[in-house]
């Protein structure tokens, strides 16, 4: 059973960096690109992050990607208010031989 | 601009079939795959399938084989998913979503979902 693990939630003031960790394995991670989604409360995700640390266009750069090895990590600097939300890594899994999420870590911003 | 749109909210009886729908617009349907998602309350992602609206193929995750079926009509650009034989724990959000992956060498490499549907609410009670 493939499984991507983050941490279940992060918090920072305005303004901080805060960095979210997602642990995989050689099925997934460790063979394929890592990708980030942002769910805003009560919205579709949306992509933030593809190809390790490829940002779409109009994803403000305070968001950056990296991976190593079988783990990834999303890091959020000059955090903002509009940055509360649910966060999911994903990977292509040969295993499923499809996309696997992650278990989602919720970011406050106190 | 590129979007998609489901079809509104069901409501089903366990054993009972849903069939949702997801219009694209803004771009070429048939260039991209469509991937389906689904998200139960207060849970994570979780990836259902895909179809190739060009020629039709699928690629369904192993845990809904059986059980579910993905189409399209090219003539309208829309995806269909058919979940059948509900239960109360199928009751989730349904995405549609669209592939943002790239042929390189004649391989294909996955880089994510980049537009998504509004979602469909599928509730699943006797």
Sequence with gaps: QSVLTQPPSA???????????????????????????????????????????????????????????????????????????????AAWDDSLNGPFFGTGTKVTVL | QVQLVQSGAEVKKPGASVKVSCKASGYTFTGYYMHWVRQAPGQGLEWMGWINPNSGGTNYAQKFQGRVTMTRDTSISTAYMELSRLRSDDTAVYYCARDHGDYVGGNYYYYGMDVWGQGTTVTVSS
Excluded: H, M
């Excluded at chain 1, 960790?21 to 991670?29: A, F």
């Excluded at chain 1, 394929?32 to 390790?52: C, D, E, M, R």
């Excluded at chain 1, 994803?59 to 955090?79: C, E, M, N």
């Design chain 1, 11 to 89: 918090s920072g003031t305005p303004g901080q960096r805060v960095t979210i960790s997602c642990s995989g394995s050689s099925s997934n991670i460790g063979s394929n690109t890592v990708n980030w989604y942002q769910q805003l409360p009560g919205t579709a995700p949306k992509l933030l992050i593809y190809s390790n640390n490829q940002r779409p266009s109009g994803v403000p750069d305070r968001f950056s990607g990296s991976k190593s090895g079988t783990s990834a990590s999303l890091a959020i600097s000059g955090l903002q208010s509009e940055d509360e939300a649910d966060y999911y890594c």
